[in-house]
């Protein structure tokens, strides 16, 4: 996609998504490329007649940097400058904030089948199949990421995805899911146990219950992410398990799974209306087992909305 300072936009596709680009891409100038290294072989001509100086590249393959280079050499000088996608994405339209309800209702619908599936001698696989069906007949379009169901030690895993092994009756089973919504992500995670919970587990549990809800009574436009992140880290913490919360508490979503701007301890993001987040602590213990909670949420003027919804019970429904 090239978008100059002045004059139309323009696409550039293979024949592959040639007639797809023509019908998605509303108000862009659509050109067929037909063979291989034919894109830089229209860009050139472009840059000479726009007088293009300076061209600013998103992301792209190294490859593809040096031929570009090669092409422009003595034409415009190259930066990367992936960051302006980027702070434009951040804020979302009510039109995309339409669009990731529906992502987060989907999700929730997901998280439902997760509770009414997980049982002691069925494999992390079949749940994920169970959850990924769910979310399939709510209209999803697809996960938005690897499905995780984590249990046992492996719940002690924050990316743990999903494996053949057996759910047995006192394991922690961190379930993250996603859905996609015409291309829009949602995220959320809960911890379940097919089976009645230990002390510890369900102490460990309310901690990381504690944390979300004070991270999401902080969250308002103008917050800082850092000061979010401190307000769960602080909450687990002072419970004695900060050292097992090893990830940052949350990211934005959107196009992406992980997106800007980010609750963390080093972010210098601040939050605007139309953010839209997660908020996920969690606590891992090698050798016991690990526990987070996730939602998708909205910023708003003085709050936040969740837009995925669901219990928090730590209980499969049996």
């Known amino acids: 996609m090239l978008v100059p300072q002045k004059g139309d936009c323009v696409l550039f596709t293979y024949g592959v998504n040639y007639e797809q680009v023509k019908a998605e891409a509303a108000g862009f100038n659509v050109e067929l490329l037909k063979k291989s290294g034919e894109l830089t072989e229209k860009l050139t001509p472009i840059v000479k007649n726009f007088k293009i100086h300076k061209a600013a590249l998103d992301s792209i393959g190294h490859e593809f940097y040096r031929t570009i280079s090669k092409s422009f050499r003595g034409l415009a000088r190259l930066t990367l400058r992936n960051d302006m996608l980027w702070k434009l994405r951040q804020v979302k339209d009510e039109h995309e904030i339409k669009l990731m309800k529906k992502a987060g209702s989907i999700t929730s619908a997901g998280m439902k089948a997760a509770y009414e599936t997980i049982r002691p001698g069925r494999t992390e696989i079949e749940v994920a199949a169970e959850i990924e069906y769910a979310m399939r007949k709510e209209n999803g379009w697809g996960s938005a990421f690897e499905t995780i169901v984590a249990s046992g030690v492996r719940s002690t895993y924050p990316h743990g995805g999903c494996a053949d092994r057996k759910i ?16 829009y992500a949602s ?7 097919a089976g009645a919970p230990n002390e510890k587990q369900k102490r460990i549990h309310e901690i990381v219950k504690n944390a979300h ?22 909450t687990i913490e002072d419970s004695g398990f900060g050292q097992y919360f090893v990830h940052g508490l949350g990211h934005g979503v959107g196009l992406d799974i992980h997106e800007p701007p980010s609750f963390s301890t080093s972010s210098k993001d601040l939050l605007a209306v139309g953010n839209v987040m997660t908020i996920e ?22 709050e936040a909305e969740k837009l995925t919804e669901g219990t928090y019970e730590l209980q499969a429904e049996t």
């Open 187 to 193: 995220d959320m995670t809960r911890t379940i146990i």
């Open 168 to 183: 047995r009756e006192d394991d922690l089973v961190v379930v993250d899911i996603g859905s996609a919504y015409q291309h």
């Open 213 to 234: 809800e004070n991270a999401f009574r902080a969250v308002k436009a103008g917050a800082k992410g850092k000061d979010i992140d401190n307000a769960a880290r602080r």
């Open 281 to 302: 602590p969690g606590i891992y213990v090698p050798n016991f087992g690990g526990v987070r909670l996730e939602d998708t949420i909205l910023v708003r003027k003085d």
